[in-house]
């Protein structure tokens, strides 16, 4: 019943982790259904930058939630 934020990022960047080209999402951001509803489904993003990459081998997933 809980709803991942990822799958309002589009499919193309939807991925937090490259295992030699290999992309993969292997970490998510689990909302409740109500909490689901708060998701500002434009503002959820996973960067894949130069920075996140010196910082960890995973992306970031960030969603912004209106309350």
Known sequence: AF???AS??????RWT???MGMRE???HQMASPKMAERI???AVVIPHTADVGQASDHAPMMA???F
């Open 3 to 5: 709803i991942d934020a």
């Open 8 to 13: 309002f990022v589009a499919e193309a960047d």
């Open 17 to 19: 982790f490259d295992f």
């Open 25 to 27: 999402l292997i970490d």
């Open 40 to 42: 500002d489904t434009t």
């Open 64 to 66: 912004t939630y209106r």
